[in-house]
T-cell receptor, first 111, second 111 residues
Framework: NAGVTQTPKFQVLKTGQSMTLQCAQD?????MYWYRQDPGMGLRLIYYSASEGTTDKGEVPNGYNVSRLNKREFSLRLESAAPSQTSVYFC??????????FGPGTRLTVL | RKEVEQDPGPFNVPEGATVAFNCTYSNSASQSFFWYRQDCRKEPKLLMSVYSSGNEDGRFTAQLNRASQYISLLIRDSKLSDSATYLC????????????FGRGTSLIVHP
């Protein structure tokens, strides 16, 4: 089992560029999540998907879109990157109300 | 009042010391609780679940106090490798699919 995988691990963008962060899990979990974490800050929820076919906004959704492609995959898209989106992005999944499992993160820098 | 609160620390302790962290939560309907560990620039990883009767895993003991609405983590015989940020997580606040994270408590164990 690979658990939760994320690609890419690192990315540098210029302001205004777009990109998609990929996340996949092989644990057959229903719920998937995207967080961002900034230095000295806690995890902030961007979007989540309670089950295949549904997505909902979290605490900081502005500037992002998501797609729950199937049960395994949940992608995060930045349509027009801004320096304020420089962060570490974590994807997570979980089954029901159990613990979450996190991917290794994507470190994004927007110049 | 934040839904989940933790003292950010840092807690600076010598090897071999015993250290305890608390985490308070605001919603009495919360149902499940976890402690995660996060190393610098890495993803959070589950340390232990917190059960109503309290539970122990080696040097780590977690307890839940529903009356006072807090969970605790006790680390005995601290090791250098225990240095990390410890996040508490509360599930099922308001019946949502969103786990609520505290901002974490930083622990530094020195020789």
């Amino acid at each position: 089992n690979a658990g939760v995988t994320q690609t890419p691990k690192f990315q540098v963008l210029k302001t205004g560029q777009s990109m998609t962060l990929q996340c996949a899990q092989d644990m057959n979990h229903n719920s998937m999540y995207w967080y961002r974490q900034d230095p000295g800050m806690g995890l902030r929820l961007i979007y989540y998907s309670a089950s295949e076919g549904t997505t909902d906004k979290g605490e900081v959704p502005n500037g992002y879109n998501v797609s729950r492609l199937n049960k395994r995959e949940f992608s995060l898209r930045l349509e027009s990157a801004a320096p304020s989106q420089t962060s570490v992005y974590f994807c997570a999944s979980r089954a029901s109300y159990n613990e979450q499992f996190f991917g290794p993160g994507t470190r994004l820098t927007v110049l | 009042r934040k839904e989940v609160e933790q003292d950010p620390g840092p807690f600076n302790v010598p090897e071999g010391a015993t250290v305890a962290f608390n985490c308070t939560y605001s919603n009495s309907a919360s149902q499940s609780f976890f402690w995660y560990r996060q190393d610098c620039r890495k993803e959070p990883k589950l340390l232990m679940s917190v059960y109503s009767s309290g539970n122990e895993d080696g040097r780590f003991t977690a307890q839940l106090n529903r009356a006072s609405q807090y969970i605790s983590l006790l680390i005995r015989d601290s090791k250098l490798s225990d240095s990390a940020t410890y996040l508490c997580v509360v599930n099922n606040i308001g019946g949502s699919y969103i786990p609520t994270f505290g901002r974490g408590t930083s622990l530094i164990v020195h020789p």
